[in-house]
C-alpha cells in the first residue's frame, strides 16, 4: 500500500460553500429590512391614526378654591398642567408699562388665541392662564415671587407668561383656549 498518496478532503456535514453563506446573508438581510419596513409602518400609522375614543381629552375641567391676589398655582390632570394666576390691580398696571426688559413685549412671536393679543396675554385681566412648560428647554415651571422659572433652564417669565430677557432667546408661554365660569369657581382648558 501506497502511503504517499493522500486522500482528498472530506466534506463535512457542517461546511457549507461560498454560495450558500452568500444566499443565507441575503436571506438575513431579506428579513432585517422587513423588520425596519414594519418598524417605519407602525410608527407612520402610530402617528397618523389616534385610536383614543373621541371624549377623550376633548376638554379638562378644574375646579379653583379661592386665590389670593398674586397667587400662581399649578393645576393638573392626567398629562396636562396648566399655570393659573390672579393678579392684583398693582400687578396689572406693572405689566401693561413693562416692555423694556421683554424678549418678546408684544407677543407677536408666540403661540395664543385672538383673545390673549394684548399685553397681559389674557381674556381676563385679574387671571392668567397659560401650560405651565417653559418654552427653553420645556420643562415645568417654578412659581416665584417675582414671577416665573423654567426648572431646568434660564428661562424667566413675568406673571403675563412673557419672557424676560437673558442669555438665550426662547418665545413667551403657551396659552391654550380656555373659559372661566362666571364667577371663575371653575376653568375648561380645550387643548
Known sequence: MDVSRKRPPSVSANSTSPDDQRNRLKRLFRYFALVIAAAVVYVLLDFAIDTRPPAVQASYRFSIEALEPDQARILRQDNLSILLIRRS????DALEQS?????????????????ADNPLRSRHAEYFVSYAIGTDLGCGLEILESGLREICGRAHYDFAGRALQGANKFPNLMIPDYTFTSNFSSLTINP
Open 89 to 92: 390691580a398693582a400687578t396689572i
Open 99 to 115: 416692555v423694556e426688559s421683554l424678549q418678546d413685549g408684544a407677543s407677536r412671536y408666540s403661540h395664543q388665541p385672538d383673545y
